[in-house]
């Protein structure tokens, strides 16, 4: 029977940059048309660590080029950008793939607002890399001229980090349900959604931050009442002793067994901790939830109980 999926792509299915992204896509809707063929409702949603990051650059230089004409670009309107170029790419992706394989569905990308609590201690202690990768004299400079916080990511080099608080809400969830309701595939939340918080009366305000996708995805997937939250990555499965002698891959986890990985530090923080941490937080949100962290390419046997790291109750 067709499961009510939400998948949450990280960055391999995307690309890091604009030509990269136009070839990656390709295969990502060909891995989601696949489930969609298969009989199962999906809702997208997808990072934005590279991308965010990219047009945050461009629109400082553009500000830095001449101060006068062009005002700073908040880092929310980076978000929606984001959202907006990524969804672009995808939906005509999926539309293709749909279309070439005679399955008549919408495709719609829905700009997604987030809210955030604006007391959240996140905005004190910038975690979330986004851009490219620098090298230790790059970053360096970058710290020293523009005052941004860097990171060393996960051993793969420096990047800048900002402010990442948890996703409460998903502001446009009634229009998200009702789409889905519809028969349409839809992409909501990209790179983590919008972040925002109320103010006075019905008034949104944008917040100087970055959501994380998988913590995003697992409040998409239980406000939409999913079966499974699949997180597509760049590894078939999640490890304990990752990269060392006495690695081990994982076909299954409980929430108990994740618990006690991650107080063991299994998981880094920033990649793989988030995932494991957004799969534990869905499988235990209602009876009968599972969560999948596999390959992009591996979508479809992963949902068919053949590999990926399963984690439920
Ligand atoms: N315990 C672990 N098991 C598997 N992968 C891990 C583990 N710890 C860290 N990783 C790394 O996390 C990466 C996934 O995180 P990241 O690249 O940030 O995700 P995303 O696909 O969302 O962009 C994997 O490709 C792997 O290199
Ligand atoms: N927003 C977000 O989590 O993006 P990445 O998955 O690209 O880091």
Redesign the pocket.
Known sequence: MGKRIVI??????LGNNLPEQMIAVKQTAKAIVDLIQEGHEVIIAH?N?PQVGMIQKAMTELTRSDPEKYIPCPLSVCVAMSQGYIGYDLQNALREELLDRGINKGVATVLTQVEVDPEDKAFQNPTKPIGAFMTKEEADKMVAERGYNVIED?GRGYRRVVASPKPQSIIEIQSIRDMVAAGLVVVACGGGGIPVYKTEGHHLKGAAAVID??FASCVLAQQVEADTLI?????E????N??KPDEKWLDELTPDQARQYIEEG???P????P?VQAAVQFAESAPGRSALITLLEKAKDGVAGKTGTAIHQ
Do not use: C, Q, W
């Open positions: 949450a792509l990280g960055g391999n299915a990072g660590g996960a996708k998988d997180i597509l990555t760049a590894v499965k999640v490890a304990i990752f990269g299994h998981f880094a920033g990649s793989m901790l995932k």
